[in-house]
Every structure is written in structure tokens, then in C-alpha cells.
């Protein structure tokens, strides 16, 4: 078993069922991770792939500074839904 990593896998339940401003609704978290490359400019991936549906997986294998503007981005871009 690993000490630490550089990745984590929340949970997007709570934006499975949002629409997006085009009328998308997020069935799932290849949605989620679609919605937030095109609305947020941020690069995710499905935790699916993973194992882990309804999460996504984030790296945080940069600065801090691009950490914090990644967080902000999905912030704004989760607030835009419905």
C-alpha cells in the first residue's frame, strides 16, 4: 500500500441531474468530465475508468497556484448549472 499519491477521486453526485445551459443533463461522470473540458477549461478523468463511476479522478501534480485556478474553474463552471 502507497504512503500518499498525486491524485484524488471525489464524488460528482451531487451534479449527476444538472443541466448544462445547452440542455445537457449529466447522466454520469463522463458528463461531468466532458462538461467541465468545455465549460471550465479543466481536464479531468472519469472515474469509470477506474473503477470508481460517479467520481472523477484529479491530478494534482503541478503548482499550487494552477491547483487553486483548476478548483476556482470547476467552482464557477458547477455553478453554472441547473
Known amino acids: ?3 500518499g499519491a498525486f491524485y484524488v477521486f471525489p464524488s460528482i453526485a451531487g451534479l449527476l441531474g444538472k443541466k448544462a445551459a445547452d440542455g445537457t443533463v449529466l447522466e454520469n ?3 461531468v468530465m466532458n462538461y467541465l473540458l468545455d465549460a471550465g477549461g ?3 478523468i472519469d472515474g ?3 473503477g470508481a463511476p460517479g467520481h472523477l479522478r484529479l491530478s494534482f501534480a ?4 494552477l491547483i ?3 478548483c476556482s474553474r470547476i467552482k464557477k463552471a458547477a455553478l453554472l448549472l441547473s
Open 1 to 3: 500500500m502507497p504512503d
Open 29 to 31: 461522470d463522463v458528463d
Open 42 to 44: 479543466v481536464a479531468t
Open 48 to 50: 469509470t475508468s477506474y
Open 62 to 65: 503541478t503548482s499550487l497556484d
Open 68 to 70: 487553486q485556478d483548476g
